[in-house]
């Protein structure tokens, strides 16, 4: 399958209107039956006029039974394409919620700091690419979720030992990139001892701690650091430094599509609340379960938050 990163354009189905030629009605002397008459073309015409305004309203993102959905290739147990695959745990829940409304994923790459141009520009359908739901974010986009929750951690080396808890990450360099909530969570004054810096990606983040040594550890969420170490056996996930609060993970759209909103939200509720979500997840991201005897009351959210966080403008209760 080629990896697309190329913009989609959704075909539209042209809904032809026939002209509506307004009743002719006389002053004249009337029959009996004129008001009648009158009155069945005003009803008539208030048919067509509601109509055309029902053609008005977007077609549903699955009318064709493929949806573009942008997603992260970089990321090892939540999002990465290998041999033109795409794999991880955003990809699965992603075909898990579309199969039970009859669709199926087109997955397109797409970076952190684009997830929501693409969704606006209507480039992409959907965006699951571990995209934490935020107050500012649900003004502008629709959620469905979260379908996981984490905090933000740190990364370092495997055999480096001097950052064991939060104090011994003053003055050590720390890497993040943008578009990710851990670049703004460490622009706190709280962490100003910190030395943060924004790599262009992830990828970039990797080979700083790794090969030139240039960063002392990477911070973003824990979900995503724990995937990391799974191809990099050298790394590993500092578990008691965690910043901020939790991340909840959304399958995000474009506002103007609630009723597809709401029908992913149903999809996501029956996914969480049978075998197949801790299936998947363990999976993914077998290095979290090695790692964490509660990950699944730690990882996966509750359904009352799914309720407060789907199809809405603000959070709700």
Known sequence: M?????????????VRTTR????????GTAGPGRPALAAGALLALLALSATACGADQPPSLFADGTVQVGTKNDQ????????????????AVARQVLKAVDAK????????EDRRAVLTDKTKDLVVATYSITVDRMKDLDFVGPYATTYEGLMVRKRDNRIKKPDDVNGKRVCTWPGTTAA?????????RIQVYEAPDASTCINDLKVKKTADAVSIDQMILYGFTQENPDLKVVPDITYGSANQYGI?????HRQDCLKLRDALRNYLGDNAWSQDFATSLPSIPKADATWET?????LETVDSLSCRDRPGT
């Open 298 to 302: 730690d990882f996966k959210p509750r």
């Open 76 to 91: 090892p147990g939540t999002a990465v394409v290998r041999n033109y695959k795409f794999s991880g745990f955003d990809t």
């Open 184 to 192: 703004n969570t460490l622009e706190s004054p709280r962490y100003n």
């Open 105 to 112: 994923p087109d997955f397109g790459i797409v970076p952190s």
């Open 2 to 14: 080629t990896v697309r990163t190329t913009r989609t354009t959704r075909a539209v189905k042209t």
């Open 252 to 256: 995000a759209m474009a506002k103007g």
């Open 20 to 27: 509506t030629v307004r009743p002719r009605i006389t002053t």
